[in-house]
């Protein structure tokens, strides 16, 4: 049985929360219900320059004052001055009844230089139809003949990427033991600060507030302990399962890749930093995000119980997103997420947001940020995906994404209904603006391990100048005789050009050399194994003119051979053991140079927990065994209903009365 989706979408003025019916039977008579939107009872409050990590004096009684109810500190954020507060109660005198009047009250009050509502921003489930006839699950990656395809064989000939690259994928968590990323993981964080009752706040069998549901707060294990809501419970998108989101952002990024099995990534060796921000329903704040944020780069205020991360981000992924009435539908200038944003920049980290799942609308909160990629989707033939977010705006880039028809996107996952299965190790494919953003941040680690030294506004223009203008009728809004042309006003600068701009960061003045070493890989035994560079390139792309020099960069030292050739032996060392190697190469006709870094994990290490230093110093990776690799499933099979995701297209709750109707009606897949 095939699984059949249809999404309608209605907006209306109407104070209310937007919630998705499952429905089984006619969907055309299927009612939608609604309920009371509360005003945000968080708020976070930035209180200019004090001293980090202390409320100023007199801070809540001020606040207490000004909204006439009581007011308690939760936390301080990692943002330098920002004060995550919650209401005790909602006012109910005087001229502060709506959210825009607390904003304005909150944000008038002397020494206040913003003030910000702790929203929600969630996921949304796109599915794919469970159809097993798609013999070539990335075609995008191919030289199809597709206008849109990615030429992706001709890209990993001049770089497969460099293990110095840090991803931050801001997710559900992910699975370790998933064999797709086993070997490429670092030990992350969980930032999912509210710890979920078993029930949550419901209201007529949906789940309306999230939380960790892996039982506990904030600590140093990013694993997915799924985010389906407890049983007998929907979530607001309608999905009763897991969806392993995290770990299919992941792999679309950073896969193991030439192993044989389930996919290939962007990257082949770039790390992954796994920072859990959403729980139950796929659901996270904003002072959740704006933390993870903080965490990641290495900037802003240190907290001593979860102390320093020791390997900054050098991209971030942030797959999610929702509506901003309250903002006028943009991101405001003085928003939290817009500071930790412009932060991360000025720490030269790229940040690529999905666009938003909203069949044409403009581009979502915060991906339509300043100093943000917005990532919507495509399809081979450049027309963009029905479902896909589309626009330009203000201080951000937008550009869509290739996937195969309807804009499908494989990636790594499990079969866990609810909790993960042990040998449930799987792919499917899977639609949404959540799985273009990781194809994009997985395109900026590759000219990063190109050009290291690029920066986050040559990155951009590299992207920019380099995207494939749209095809004729690309958008998905239709006029009187089908669908429109695309313009950058009214879909973005381009589609993906990853070929185009790996070139053209090559062609910047004075060339480097690339060091294109083999990908990194998880491996058996104690060695020996044999580390090939041999398609390295010299600054004009040649192979003449060029030395080779491999070191061990980390890990417990290991016998090494061959370390002034582009084959490196690592002949033993390699038992519960993870080691780099760097290997630069030098243009001796220019005299410049390159590294990239090739990463070994054996199978037995733990990679999963992050140490906190209780003083606020770095962390370190812990040793251990790990479980055995999961028996894997090498054919993609279509997502099951709750298992897509991409870059929410939820209203957002609790700010302003209006109310986003998703009509989504669902056939369960079953067994024939």
């Known amino acids: 049985m095939k699984l059949y989706v249809k999404v309608s979408t209605s907006l209306m003025c109407i104070f209310g929360f937007a919630q998705l019916a499952n429905v089984h039977a006619n969907p055309l008579t299927a009612p939608v219900t609604t309920t009371a939107t509360p005003t945000p009872m968080r708020w976070v409050v930035n209180m200019g320059d004090q001293s980090q990590g202390t409320a100023p004096a007199g801070m809540l009684q001020t606040l207490q004052n000004t909204l006439g109810v009581s007011v308690r500190m939760v936390r301080p954020l990692l943002q330098p001055n920002s004060y995550l507060v919650e209401m005790q109660s909602l006012p109910v005198l005087g001229s502060l009844q709506t959210p825009q009047a607390i904003r304005a009250a909150l944000q008038a009050l002397p020494g206040v230089r913003f003030a910000s509502p702790d929203i929600q921003l969630q996921r949304t489930a796109v599915p794919a139809p469970n159809d097993g006839a798609y013999s070539v699950n990335q075609a995008s990656y191919m030289h199809t003949g597709a206008y849109a395809s990615l030429r992706m064989q001709d890209v990993w000939e001049q770089t497969r990427g460099s293990s110095n690259v840090v991803i931050a994928v801001l997710d559900s968590g992910v699975l370790f033991e998933n064999p797709e990323l086993k070997g490429r993981l670092l030990p992350g964080y969980d930032f999912v600060s509210n710890v979920t009752p078993p029930t949550g706040t419901q209201e007529s069998g949906t789940v309306f507030d999230s939380g960790s549901n892996d039982g506990n707060g904030r600590d140093p294990d990013p694993s997915d302990p799924g985010d389906a809501p407890p ?344 038992a519960g053991n993870i080691a780099e190697f760097a290997l630069t190469v030098t243009d001796t006709s220019t005299n410049r140079s390159n590294t990239s870094v090739v990463r070994l994990a054996n199978t037995s290490v733990n990679e999963r927990t992050f140490t906190p230093s209780s003083t606020g110093g770095s962390g370190t990776t812990t040793g251990g065994s790990g479980t055995s690799t999961p028996t894997p499933t090498t054919t993609p099979v279509a997502a099951s209903s709750g298992g897509g995701g991409g870059g929410g297209a939820l209203g957002l709750a609790g700010l302003l009365g209006m109310l986003m109707l998703f009509g989504v009606w669902r056939q369960r897949a079953g067994v024939v």
């Open 231 to 574: 049983p007998g419970f929907n979530c607001p998108d309608g999905s009763t399962t897991s969806s392993w989101h995290g770990t299919t952002v992941a792999s679309v990024a950073a896969a193991q890749s030439n192993n044989g099995q389930f996919l290939a990534g962007m990257d082949w060796n770039a790390k992954v930093l796994p920072v859990r921000v959403s729980g139950r329903c796929g659901i996270a704040t904003s002072s959740d995000i704006v933390d993870a944020f903080y965490w990641a780069t290495g900037s802003g205020r240190v907290d001593p119980t979860i102390g320093v991360n020791p390997n900054p981000a050098n991209i971030i992924n942030l797959s999610f997103a929702t509506d901003t009435p309250l903002f006028g539908g943009g991101c405001a200038a003085n928003d939290m997420v817009a500071l930790a944003i412009a932060d991360a920049r000025a720490r030269n980290v790229s940040v690529v947001v999905s666009a938003g799942n909203n069949s044409g609308g403009a581009v979502q909160y915060p991906a339509n940020c300043a100093g943000t990629i917005a990532a919507g989707a495509a399809e081979q033939d450049g027309q963009l995906a029905n479902y896909t977010a589309r626009g330009a705006g203000t201080g951000f880039v937008t550009l869509h994404a290739p996937g195969n028809s309807s804009g499908l996107y494989v990636g790594a996952s499990n079969t866990g209904g609810s909790t993960p299965n042990a040998n449930g190790s799987t792919a499917f494919l899977f639609a949404g603006t959540s799985f273009s953003a990781p194809m994009v941040a997985g395109a900026i680690s590759l000219l990063k391990a190109v050009r290291p030294s690029l920066t986050t506004s040559q990155v951009d223009t590299l992207l920019r100048n380099s995207a494939l203008a749209y095809p004729a009728n690309a958008s998905n809004a239709s006029g009187l005789f089908g669908r429109l042309d695309c313009t950058p006003t009214s879909c973005g600068v381009g589609l993906l050009n990853v070929l185009g701009a790996v070139q053209a960061a090559r062609s910047l003045a004075n060339p480097l050399p690339v060091a294109n070493v083999q990908q990194s890989a998880v491996v058996a035994s104690n060695g020996p194994f044999v580390l090939d560079a041999a398609l390295s390139t010299n600054s004009a792309g040649g192979s003449a003119n060029l030395t080779f020099s491999w070191q061990q960069v980390f890990g417990n030292p290991v016998v090494l051979a061959g370390t002034s050739t582009s084959a490196l032996q690592v002949q033993s060392g390699m």
